[in-house]
């Protein structure tokens, strides 16, 4: 079935670093793949996407490509801020499996200043 | 854009009492909609799906006598926690794609629900 196996935090940078945040997926057909963000005490906010191989999604300075032959959707980001500190979820969504998503386990990300 | 609206955004009920949350799809119709369950520091879980004119299709392991879910309107699903009890605390989040707009769609998230049980 389908799947998306993310990295485990926490994960602790200082301010202005760059940031790396793995993602990898196993899908019966072809999805389409997102990043979601949750600041405390909120809901999940859509980060970027993209909805097919070699797509790149951006947005805020983070970005993702669709490797279609890893598997993999990584987030990254140049120069990380403070206010980026913030659970980052990498998801799936599969039409063969009705569009249900499927979520990573999350990544905490803290930025110090 | 699309706007998911959750009601309540906490509650905090006695234990054995049952609560009843809300998810609109506030500026379309959704046919289906889907509900979550999130642990504190974890991943969002799908507890099942929520179809307008039909029966809820639960996932694996959610006991659906204690979930019940009605999908009353094309705007609204309601989810009822039936017999509350502490272990049932938890973060609830609805979500539903805009019709019409096949896999490459995303999901519209509501801001969640958090249960408490005293």
């Known amino acids: 079935g389908d799947s998306v196996t993310q990295m485990e935090g926490p994960v602790t940078l200082s301010e202005e670093a760059f940031l790396t945040i793995n993602c990898t997926y196993t899908?019966?057909?072809?999805?389409?793949l997102f990043w979601y963000v949750q600041y405390p005490g909120e809901g999940l906010q859509l980060l970027l996407k993209?909805?097919?191989?070699?797509d790149k999604g951006s947005n805020k300075g983070f970005e993702a490509t669709y490797r279609k032959e890893t598997t993999s959707f990584h987030l990254e980001k140049g120069s990380v801020q403070v206010s980026d500190s913030a659970v980052y979820f990498c998801a799936l969504s599969d039409r063969l499996t009705g569009n249900q998503f499927y979520f990573g386990t999350g990544t905490s990300l803290t930025v110090i200043p | 854009g699309a706007v998911v609206s959750q009601h309540p955004s906490w509650v905090i009920c006695k234990s054995g009492t049952s609560v009843k949350i809300e998810c609109r799809s506030l500026?379309?119709?959704?046919?289906?909609m889907f509900w979550y369950r999130q642990f504190p520091k974890q991943s969002l879980m799908l507890m099942a799906t929520s179809n307008e004119g039909s029966k809820a299709t639960y996932e694996q392991g959610v006991e659906k006598d204690k979930f019940l879910i009605n999908h009353a309107s094309l705007t609204l699903s309601t989810l009822t926690v039936t017999s509350a009890h502490p272990e049932d605390s938890s973060f609830y989040i609805c979500?539903?794609?805009?019709?019409?707009?096949?896999?490459?769609?995303?999901?519209?998230f509501g801001p969640g629900t958090r249960l408490t049980v005293l």
């Open positions: 979500s539903a794609p805009p019709p019409g707009r096949g896999a490459r769609n995303e999901q519209f």
């Open positions: 500026d379309f119709q959704a046919t289906t």
């Open positions: 899908a019966t057909g072809y999805p389409s």
């Open positions: 993209a909805t097919k191989a070699d």
